[in-house]
């Protein structure tokens, strides 16, 4: 099956993205069509064997909407472009309709106002030149008309295939408003002056013109909702200064290909990922990771497309280019959980299919009901036009996608990838976290901790002896300690007779100096006496380190401790979560001694040690069993099965490629703070729709009734349809900016 994310022009409410996705949906070949109202995508899974894209692209444009195409690499300013574009038409729309519909609406209002008598010429008298009156009032909406003329095409093109949407709704109220003005102008011309009440000119154009209104704000709102993509796809230089031939030759970012010497200088961001070659710097990766703290590169270290050089002059070879850059990645994944929906999202979706149809049914009911119960036809008409341009279902359509498009963009903003509105939806009902030990809750390579030398022996002269014995070591242990000396500057000699012993140490002979490094067993093995330093190994052992002997001419000349530290953040991160009522667990391949100690350390009470690795994704499932929503912690390569069985599964470090196919959300940054900002901003969002939909949902149950006249026959009020427009584009707008409101997300420190 084949991917593809498909823009779409001209859809205006969730009837319309309803109706595409239906059509795409019924296509043979296409397994899948999910469409989103707020980015005006669709995202179709297909048989390339079956159906070709162009086809889908021809279903799409039968429906009557738009393909809308870009070429990738100027995507980004298409798109800011395009958008740019549509407010700015949206915007001298409503300008030519407010120039009208105003003077319209005075006209139409001033002899109409008891008690206060307003100037209007002379010539256009109601009672004096009744049909003077009327025509100017047709003249002055024809071009308010013109700038809705949208409104119309559409509108009646869904109507006629028998799927209509908001424009439908609207085209409907406003034709039968201006067709009985006509009618009644035509009255006039016979002299029937009772003809001068039924004009409904002013009506049909202030609802135009307060629906473009709507509009404008609508898509200026809906811009700020993609701001962190955009932030995103607007980082990469356009160009990058290739080493060819010792010349430096500058050249479009599209020309870089994998193997080329990039320079980079000061200030400068990085044009492609890659591997640094020459030169030592500190680099800027917060549009990665969201950690503000530059980090140091030197040779044979990577470096990203985007992130900014600080200080130093590199270079480096050109490792991964184009789409599959870590920005690019990080692009596509955040882009296509924008355009996903959330489970929650069904219920409007399924609700906006139906909403329209019962919407008209209601509308021509009520324009019955009223005709039968003796009132005029202006009187039913002001009904049916009142119900048909109140129950527009816009904001229902905007409620959900805005909310994630914002939630998931603030999550990139701070290095949290979630991967789509599923993920979003589910981490909020999470009960249950099992972390991963090493590399998680740890760092993931041991560190020298502790350095305790015999009487007679300096620690440095310990640890000099102990690294020189260890450097030809591939133990993780032994590499430990040598990197501990080497960082201390203490030389190291050359060993001679080594000797590695299976399961126990070395052996050799260290400037002149026989010497035994390794655990208990080489200890007792050759009979060397702990003494003093017995009661201080079992006491290491318990806080989860891991003794290494050393012994120089077979005496015990100290011990060096080395363990595997744990992350700054993790404590403070496990108690945060545990603070939200979340119980957590740590699971891990090491003993249960060292695993306890450790949990002691971070504050965790339940522990699964000795756990294969093949075996984590079983210990998810028993978590499961017992009814609980479990999340996996995990580093994404050796804890895949696990994350993928989990119903969240959130990889930790570096955003590789294997950890963005197992986990649901990824965390850029090692920082384990990020979990409980990811479930924070997981409950922020979907509280947000729950909002977002009361409204949307509220706003309709209360409003199509009492435009329907429900509250006329109690004595009340009857509802104007321009008051109607007015709440109708005023409720998109409030779901959008409360949607907005995600944008002041805070994650936690």
Not at 371 to 400: Q, R
Request: charged share 20%; net charge negative; proline share 4%.
């Amino acid at each position: 099956m084949d991917r593809e994310t498909i823009k779409i022009g001209g859809m205006t409410c969730a009837a319309c993205s309803s109706r595409v996705e239906k059509a795409l949906s019924k296509t043979e070949g296409i397994s899948k069509a999910s469409v989103n109202l707020a980015t005006e995508t669709a995202a179709v899974e297909y048989d390339p064997k079956i159906i070709r894209l162009t086809e889908i692209e021809d279903v799409v444009r039968k429906t009557g909407y738009e393909v809308l195409r870009a070429e990738k690499e100027s995507q980004v300013d298409e798109h800011k472009l395009r958008k740019e574009k549509e407010i700015r038409t949206l915007r001298v729309k409503l300008i030519v309709s407010a120039i009208f519909a105003v003077p319209l609406l005075y006209l139409a209002m001033a002899p109409m106002i008891p008690g206060i008598s307003l100037p209007i010429p002379g010539f256009l008298a109601p009672d004096l030149y009744p049909v003077a009156f009327g025509l100017t009032q047709l003249l002055l909406v024809i071009p308010v008309v013109a700038a809705g003329n949208r409104f119309y095409t559409i509108g009646f093109r869904a109507l006629i295939q028998r799927s209509p949407n908001m424009d439908s709704l609207i085209a409907i109220g406003t034709t039968a408003a201006i067709v009985y003005s006509i009618y009644s102008l035509y009255v006039i011309s016979w002299g029937h002056m009772d003809g001068v009440h039924g004009l409904y000119f002013e009506t049909a154009g202030v609802i135009i013109t307060l629906i473009l209104l709507g509009k404008s704000l609508e898509a200026v709102s809906k811009g700020k909702t993609s701001d962190a993509i955009k932030k995103l796809m607007g980082l990469t230089p356009k160009t990058a200064v290739v080493i060819k031939d010792g010349k430096e030759t500058l050249v479009p970012i599209s020309d870089v290909e994998i193997g080329h010497i990039i320079l980079v200088k000061p200030g400068e961001r990085i044009p492609v990922d890659g591997q640094v070659v020459e030169g030592y710097t500190s680099i800027d990766e917060s549009m990665l990771t969201g950690e503000s703290i530059p980090i140091d590169k030197k040779v044979g270290d990577n470096v990203y497309a985007a992130s900014i050089n600080k200080n130093g002059v590199i270079r480096f070879r050109a490792t991964k280019v184009g789409g599959d850059t870590a920005l690019a990645q990080i692009i596509k994944l955040v882009e296509d959980a924008q355009g996903s929906k959330a489970p929650i999202a069904q219920m409007a979706d399924i609700v906006s299919g139906y909403f329209v149809p019962i919407v008209v049914a209601i509308a021509s009911l009520a324009f019955v009901g009223w005709l039968i119960a003796g009132h005029t036809l202006a009187f039913a008409l002001t009904i049916f036009i009142s119900v048909l341009v109140i129950a527009c279902p816009c904001a229902l359509g905007l409620a959900t996608p805005t909310a994630i498009m914002v939630g998931t963009g603030k999550g990139a903003e701070h290095g949290i990838l979630i991967k789509g509105g599923e993920a979003l939806e589910t981490a909020h009902k999470i009960d249950a976290i099992i972390f991963d030990k090493t590399g998680t809750i740890t760092e993931g390579k041991p560190e020298v901790t502790d350095i305790l030398p015999a009487s007679g022996i300096t620690r440095e002269r310990l640890l000099q002896m102990a690294a020189s014995g260890e450097k030809g070591s591939e133990h993780p242990l032994g590499e430990a300690i040598v990197r501990s000396a080497e960082k201390e500057g203490l030389k190291l000699y050359p060993v001679e007779d080594f000797q590695a012993i299976p399961g126990h140490g070395i052996e050799g002979t260290i400037d002149g100096v026989h010497a035994l490094i390794g655990n208990r067993k080489l200890m007792d093995d050759r009979n060397i006496e702990l003494e003093e330093f017995e009661a201080r190994s079992g006491q290491l052992a318990e806080e989860g380190k891991t003794p290494m002997y050393v012994a120089l001419s077979g005496q015990l000349s100290g011990i060096i401790a080395v363990a595997d530290v744990v992350k700054q953040s993790s404590e403070s991160a496990i108690k945060k979560i545990q603070e939200m009522g979340i119980e957590v667990v740590m699971i891990t391949g090491d003993n249960e001694k060292t695993a306890r100690a450790i949990a002691k350390q971070v504050g965790v009470d339940r522990v699964l040690a000795e756990v294969l690795p093949q075996d984590k994704a079983n210990e998810v499932k028993k978590l499961q069993e017992e009814g609980r929503k479990v999340a996996m912690v995990g580093d994404g390569i050796n804890d895949a099965p696990a994350l993928v069985q989990a119903d969240i599964g959130i990889a930790i470090g570096s955003g590789t490629d294997v950890a963005m196919e197992s986990a649901d959300i990824v965390l850029m940054r090692s920082d384990l703070m990020d979990v409980p900002t990811a479930i924070h901003l997981s409950k922020s969002t979907i509280r947000n729709i729950k909002q977002n939909l009361f409204w949307a949902f509220g706003y309709n149950v209360a409003g199509i009734p009492v435009a329907a006249g429900l509250l006329y026959i109690f004595g009340g009020p009857l509802l104007n349809p321009m008051f109607a427009a007015a709440a109708m584009s005023l409720s998109s707008v409030s779901v959008v900016s409360n949607a907005l409101r995600l944008r002041r997300f805070k994650p936690y420190h």
